[in-house]
T-cell receptor, first 112, second 116 residues
Framework: EDQVTQSPEALRLQEGESSSLNCSYTVSGLRGLFWYRQDPGKGPEFLFTLYSAGEEKEKERLKATLTKKESFLHITAPKPEDSATYLCALIDRGSTLGRLYFGRGTQLTVWP | DTEVTQTPKHLVMGMTNKKSLKCEQHMGHRAMYWYKQKAKKPPELMFVYSYEKLSINESVPSRFSPECPNSSLLNLHLHALQPEDSALYLC???????????????FGPGTRLTVL
């Protein structure tokens, strides 16, 4: 059973059309939840770390939030350059070596 | 500076070749990782080094051999690979996981490996 589930798998937005990506998780204890952006053929780019329910982080048009069961990545007024795959990953509190559990990602396309 | 560098960017090799991938970071991180990523899939963990000691080997075939010469460098030696090993190989690093309550991993740009 996947510990990290991302939805939707793919999302197409028109430029300026705000939306949210979802990351739900099932772990006994959360040590940290991470959002990454990945462009085709490149390594994931770190965006945010969230540690506890209620926490929020913002960067330009992106805002990440965390509850006890899920995290959202809100994209406000997206631009075509926001097109990428967004990966959610977490470290389980029971993990002894900081092992990251990744979701399968949401492929975002923003068209002009 | 949150940069992890990897060389080469692209590598094409035959099944009988021996090659190496290199990774370097200068952030003072003490944990370093190798991942393999296939198209449209998330990264899969291969190896973890913590304080230059191999901590995790995710049942990776012996044709992949990691090496951590010092705290800044990580190598992946490749020998007798198969075409199905073609993928994007990613290196990442993070702070000391023992003393930190968080552990962001910073990824390099990857090496695109093609095995003929």
């Amino acid at each position: 059973e996947d510990q990290v589930t991302q939805s939707p798998e793919a999302l197409r937005l028109q430029e300026g059309e705000s939306s949210s990506l979802n990351c739900s998780y099932t772990v006994s204890g959360l040590r940290g939840l991470f959002w990454y952006r990945q462009d085709p053929g490149k390594g994931p780019e770190f965006l945010f770390t969230l540690y506890s329910a209620g926490e929020e982080k913002e960067k330009e048009r992106l805002k990440a939030t965390l509850t006890k069961k899920e995290s959202f990545l809100h994209i406000t007024a997206p631009k075509p350059e926001d097109s990428a795959t967004y990966l959610c990953a977490l470290i389980d509190r029971g993990s002894t070596l900081g092992r990251l559990y990744f979701g399968r990602g949401t492929q975002l396309t923003v068209w002009p | 500076d949150t940069e992890v560098t990897q060389t080469p960017k692209h590598l094409v090799m035959g099944m009988t070749n021996k090659k190496s991938l290199k990774c370097e970071q200068h952030m003072g991180h003490r944990a370093m990782y190798w991942y393999k990523q296939k198209a449209k899939k998330p990264p899969e963990l291969m190896f973890v080094y913590s304080y230059e000691k191999l901590s995790i080997n995710e049942s990776v075939p012996s044709r992949f051999s990691p090496e951590c010469p010092n705290s800044s460098l990580l190598n992946l030696h490749l020998h007798a690979l198969q075409p199905e090993d073609s993928a994007l190989y990613l290196c990442a690093s993070s702070q000391d996981r023992a003393s930190s309550s968080y552990n962001e991993q910073f990824f390099g740009p990857g090496t695109r490996l093609t095995v003929l």
